[in-house]
DNA sequence: GCCTTACTTTGTAACTTTGCAAAATTGAAA
DNA sequence: TTTCAATTTTGCAAAGTTACAAAGTAAGGC
């Protein structure tokens, strides 16, 4: 945990983009849910599918974005397929957050 | 800066969705250039409109995204109207995003 | 091979976001 | 008070998001 970091670096359009695609994948309260859940440990889909209540299709495809953006990884076993956290650093986003949201300035 | 946090203590259907509005405001990357611009001090709408390269109404719709979620201010002086950031701690955000960036796990 | 379970992909409808342009507002200056 | 400059609001089109349902795929059991 070295964080130097006096102002962020992020410069160029292409960093703004990439950031921003970021904050995207996190833009959505059943994603958010779903990393979450992920945090505790590896759970499959039909077990986030109960958690979220919503079809299974639909988080599949939130699954997708999260999987495109790197902040999750999937692997098949047998017939069912088993999502973790790809990012531990993720959950000081979370904390960043908390920090945000509990900063009253 | 008392960065306990253990463990992100979102936990309520209303915390995701409060968390997940914060991210969709930073989801854009016209608004991060404005954000990241607002770093360095105040700027009137028409500096941030020559800035980001965009229609002045496209950047005041922005500019109004970042006020409702509580990321900036504006202040009225004569016919131009100023903005800057609210919260210092946003920054602590684009830290964080570098580092999630930059862990490869 | 055929069936079942677990999941993904595709099609589609409802809605949201992002941009520009034109009209409306606000404050200062003439 | 008319005019001008800076900004916001409104209307609209194109593109993107989110959901479900139905069809498609993959692995395991019979």
Redesign the pocket.
């Known amino acids: 945990m070295k964080s130097t970091c006096p102002i962020a670096t992020a410069k160029t359009p292409a960093d703004f983009r990439s950031a921003?695609e970021v904050f995207?994948a996190l833009?959505?309260?059943?994603?958010l849910l779903i990393i979450d859940a992920l945090g505790q440990g590896e759970r499959?889909?039909?077990?986030?599918?109960a958690l979220?209540?919503?079809?299974?299709?639909?988080?599949?495809?939130?699954?997708?974005?999260l999987?495109k953006i790197g902040i999750v990884k999937?692997e098949?076993?047998?017939?069912?397929?088993?999502?973790s956290l790809r990012k531990a650093c993720l959950s000081n986003i979370f904390c960043c957050l908390d920090e945000f949201q509990a900063c009253g300035e």
Chains 1, 2 share one sequence.
């Open positions: 921003a995207k833009s959505n309260p059943n994603r499959c889909v039909a077990d986030l599918t979220v209540g919503l079809d299974m299709s639909t988080v599949s495809n939130h699954l997708s974005v999987r999937d098949r076993r047998g017939t069912r397929v088993f999502y």
